[in-house]
């Protein structure tokens, strides 16, 4: 079966600054990847790449074995839908008529909504715990009812790929795993760059790791996390050990110190001595 996603050696850079370079991996169909890495590794550029936004300077992409960039622009709205952390330009639409924006794609000029496209509309907004505030102002929401507005817009388009930018930003802890939950749920490929490892090592199939515009590691969480690599690409000290329910990868970071200033016998002390904090030298 071909991959839903193929990207094949990605390189893009701006003013001779490499952003990206000699990006590979692969999506399988229905299965979510978490794009995780440290500020400025390149998260958001990828996916650019990904959702046509930029085109890089080399390498190829391919939507269930079709070049991205030979797609008519309406087939391609209809296969992949993207979630950015920023919300659209202020706008006086309703909750309704932004998350009905979704079906743009599958719409001839002019075309009115159906009552099919309204259930759509309405089933989403149950989806995402956003019902009761249908008919606000787009603009007059929270931050993360922007958000989750935004994930049922994407949800009516009905895509093949779903990209999400940061999608957990402005959530509070239960909607964090809750909307992640949700786009599991939907059964479509998803690829969505997260900051929050623990988060992103229980909600996805595979973690792609993405340091100075290279790949580290892809994989299952278990062999992407490792304590080294959140060392070296991080900067983090911490203990991985497995979560009580989902057995994947948990994470505990140690405060208060640089781990490239603590010799091995006290990140050892601290394991033994969990709890503790230690001051860098
Ligand atoms: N259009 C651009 N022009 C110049 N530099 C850019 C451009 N887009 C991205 N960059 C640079 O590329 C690097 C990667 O940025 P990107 O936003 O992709 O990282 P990120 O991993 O998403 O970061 P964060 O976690 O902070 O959101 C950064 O150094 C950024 O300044």
Redesign the pocket.
Known sequence: MKPALKADNICWS??E?S?LSGVSFSLTKGKVLGLI??????????LRCLYRYIRPDTGHIQLFGEDINRMPPQVFARQVAVVLQDTPPQSELSLRQLVATGLTPYKRLFERDSAEDNNAVAAALTQVGLSSLADEVFRHLSGGEKQRALIARAIVQKPELLLLD?PTNHLDIRYQIQILELVRSLGVSVIA?I?DLNLAAAMCDNLLL?HQ?QVVAVGDAAEVLTEQRLSDVFGVCSRISQHPQTGKPLIQYFYGYSPLVVDKVEIDAARRDSGAIYVAK
């Open positions: 701006v003013a600054k952003i890495g440290p500020n400025g590794a390149g998260k958001s550029s990828l940061e760059s900051h993405l515009g």
